[in-house]
Every structure is written in C-alpha cells, then in structure tokens.
C-alpha cells in the first residue's frame, strides 16, 4: 500500500487516534476490559459465559466501521503489492506473536501504555523495533 503524501491529511489521522481512545477508554471503564483485539477475537473461540455479546458487538463494529466511512466519505481503494500466500503467512506470524507476546498493537500499544505498564512498553518497543528492521531490510537491503 502506497501513501499520497500530496493528499495526506492529519486532521483524519487524529480523528482516528480520537475514535480509537475513546473506544479503548468505554470499554475499560464501562466494562472494565481492554481493547486488545487479539484478546477479544480470541476469547470468540471460547467465550465464558456472558463474554459472547459484548466480544461479537466490538468485533462487528470494527468490521463495520469501513464500510460506515465509506458510506459517509470518499471510498479509498488500498493497494496492496502481496499476493494471498504472503498476506496469509505474515497473518499467521503476527497470530502466533500476539500469542507470544500476551497481545498485539492495540492491547499493549494503546491500552497498555495508556496504562504505563512496563511489560506493554517491552512489548510495544519490541514489536514496533522489529517492524522497522523488517521494513527496512525488505524495502532497502534486499
């Protein structure tokens, strides 16, 4: 995926940012959870009980929420320069890392900084480090 920095626009990056906080800050306060998706999708798989509605009702919602934008706004239309073998191993790689690390992006990232946990600023650091070194070394040294 390509970005047109001619036509990037930060008042929607913030948007984003805004719209995500404020989702991770309900649901840590009205439900007492965190927004780790790789939790919450996870714990579709074996919900306990009374765990069910509220798993499917976040997931739905992120499902829904580009097909909301697009409706309301310009639809994009994403490049992406992989073919389906590729997309589906770096999907498995990063499915046994959230595994690994006890949570992706948005549980440590988001909800686990917010939190000023040492363990979520490990994860974040880590993870984001090996982004930047994998980017790297596909885009410029191989």
Same mark, same amino acid.
């Given at each position: 995926m390509n970005l047109n920095w001619t036509a990037f626009t930060p008042g929607t990056a913030l948007l984003g940012g805004v719209v995500i906080g404020i989702a991770a800050a309900v649901l840590v306060l009205g439900a007492g959870r965190i927004a780790g998706i790789s939790g919450i999708v996870g714990g579709l798989l074996r919900p306990a009980p009374g765990e069910r509605a509220w798993r @499917?009702?976040?997931?739905?919602?992120?499902?829904?929420?580009?097909?909301?934008?697009?409706? @309301?706004?310009?639809?994009?239309?994403?490049?992406?320069?992989?073919?389906?073998?590729l997309l589906?191993?770096?999907g @498995?790689?990063?499915?046994?890392g959230t595994r690994y690390g006890a949570g992706c992006t948005s549980g440590h990232g988001v909800c686990g @900084?917010?939190?000023?946990?040492?363990?979520?600023?490990?994860?974040t650091l880590t993870f984001m480090g090996a982004g930047f070194a994998t980017v790297f070394s596909l885009r410029h040294l191989i």
């Open positions: @499917l009702a976040f997931v739905t919602g992120l499902a829904a929420a580009p097909w909301l934008y697009g409706a @309301l706004a310009a639809p994009l239309t994403p490049r992406i320069d992989a073919g389906w073998p589906l191993g770096a @498995l790689l990063v499915g046994i @900084l917010s939190r000023r946990s040492l363990r979520s600023a490990v994860a």
